[in-house]
């Protein structure tokens, strides 16, 4: 157990305290810059780099999204920044 580590997953999972978070707490987050119009926008134009999906077919029912979906975006992203930052460096 000494050599235990914390993936993105179980960080999210514990964050959120679900596997599926709703797109609001998502991007109360990690898109803090988006109003609720803009986000909607974006849900509907599959702008975001993550499945977004609703559990009932009504108009005001809320998007979730999958913690494993969002924890893979977050690691490429980081990947994709920090190679950046070493290319420069």
Wanted: aromatic letters at 16%; charged letters at 30%; a negative charge.
């Amino acid at each position: 157990m000494k050599n235990a580590t914390i993936k993105t997953s179980d960080y999210l999972f514990m964050q959120f305290r679900t596997a599926t978070p709703t797109l609001d707490q998502v991007c109360d987050i990690y898109y803090p810059h988006l109003s609720k119009a803009k986000r909607l926008e974006k849900v509907r134009n599959g702008e975001f780099p993550f499945f977004c999906f609703k559990l009932d077919t009504s108009q005001k029912a809320p998007y979730f999204v999958d913690i494993i979906d969002l924890a893979f975006v977050l690691e490429e992203k980081y990947k994709d920044q920090r190679d950046d930052f070493d290319n420069l460096n």
